[in-house]
């Protein structure tokens, strides 16, 4: 970051944001900073900083929610069963399962998790936890200890009724950019979103197709 001279500002709040001829406006706590363009990527507070934007009134149809996140440890006797070279990284997105091998062997776990995807309903949903996964399609750990994850952050899951992403100008500015939505998927893809969202920042336009993302879908 450094080299690109990149200054990251933490630990300030935001109270205003608003869009001038030239120039867009964002005040904080502690001072207001000009700029000619600005993007936004505020994942689970995507509403409430757009409510702070002067002379908007779009939001977006986004739920939050979190993943059941937990630990297995397989016994000795089926440890190398769930080693990397042996087990996969997995999903099972129609449930809303994924998981990984144990990469740390020293810790020996591991993980599995459940959330729930757009367009199923749980209570109808055969498998409802990480556990009913484990009992239907992986019985070799249900005997094995396990716990929840708890030494590592809890993901927000930002899911968008039509379960796509939102990219592109805030409806009706011209210097406000906005990226969210991202579920729990949107790190993968976050070389070419910052690459998206760097060329509507300054170029006005991107070389990418991105009218399955359009902000304006949203307009009522």
Known sequence: MKKKKVKIIENINILSI????????????????????????????????????????????????????????????????????????????????????????????VKIAYFVPVGIKKQEAKIKSVEDFVQECMPILKDAPSEEITDADNCWYDTVIDDDFIIGKLPTFNNIIIGTGWRGTGYKFAPLIGKILTQLALQNDTVYDIKQFTTERFIK
């Open 18 to 109: 608003e869009e001038k001829e030239d120039s867009t406006s964002i005040r904080t706590d502690t001072r207001t900073f000009l700029t000619k363009k600005i993007v936004l990527t505020p994942g689970k507070g995507t509403n409430d900083l757009l409510k702070l934007i002067k002379n908007n009134k779009q939001t977006f149809p986004i739920t939050y929610s979190r993943p059941q996140r937990k630990y297995y440890y397989p016994p000795k006797k089926i440890f190398n069963k769930f080693l990397p070279k042996n087990f996969p990284v997995f999903a099972y997105t129609d449930v809303g399962i994924y998981g990984h091998p144990i990469f740390d062997i020293k810790k020996g776990a």
